[in-house]
């Protein structure tokens, strides 16, 4: 079994399944497709990424070329998530806005003809950077969690022991 993937995706859907009752709130309703959207508090993306590095961390160390390729996975996708992702759910809320403001127009004056879109595009794609911090500091304890009390093996007992010492001590 691959622990840090597992690891990981179970921090997914815990970030994906806390963001249900805030949907019911704004929606008073939920719907499957709920679990896969994006955008909202918790960031599932944060949580993953964060969940494998602090795993990975843990595990083989901070200095490790694990975890220095998990980090930097995450340094990538929260800059996407607040950044790339975020400024195109802002400009899909101006089309669709644009798209409203087009349609009274066109009904004023007939010889201009438009074809109004079925549904409206997507606006909630990107994270506000209290959504991506909440997303990391869950996939940071869930990762933790979960390296800590992975049995260890034969070889590995007394390197696990050593760490959540080392762990401990900075704690208190």
């Known amino acids: 079994m691959n622990r840090a993937l597992w690891t990981s995706l179970v921090s997914i859907g815990a970030a994906q399944a806390m963001k249900i009752p805030g949907r019911i709130r704004e929606s008073g309703r939920w719907e499957w497709k709920d679990l896969v959207r994006t955008g909202g508090m918790p960031s599932s993306h944060s949580a993953g990424v964060a969940a494998l590095a602090a795993y990975l961390g843990v595990k083989k160390g901070v200095s490790s070329p694990f975890f220095s390729l998990s980090a930097l996975l995450g340094v990538i996708v929260i800059y996407d998530a607040m950044g790339?992702?975020?400024?195109?759910?802002?400009?899909?809320?101006?089309?669709?806005?644009?798209?409203k403001t087009v349609v009274k127009?066109?009904?004023?004056?007939?010889?201009?003809?438009?074809?109004?879109?079925?549904?409206?595009l997507e606006e909630k794609l990107g994270h506000l950077p209290e959504e991506v911090l909440g997303g990391a500091l869950l996939g940071t304890l869930i990762g933790w969690i979960s390296a800590v009390t992975e049995p260890a093996s034969k070889g590995r007992a007394a390197k696990a022991s050593q760490v959540i010492r080392r762990l401990w001590a900075r704690l208190t």
Do not use: C, D, M, Y
């Open 84 to 99: 790339i992702r975020r400024h195109t759910g802002l400009i899909a809320s101006e089309v669709n806005h644009l798209e």
């Open 105 to 120: 127009l066109t009904e004023k004056s007939s010889p201009h003809l438009h074809q109004k879109r079925e549904k409206e």
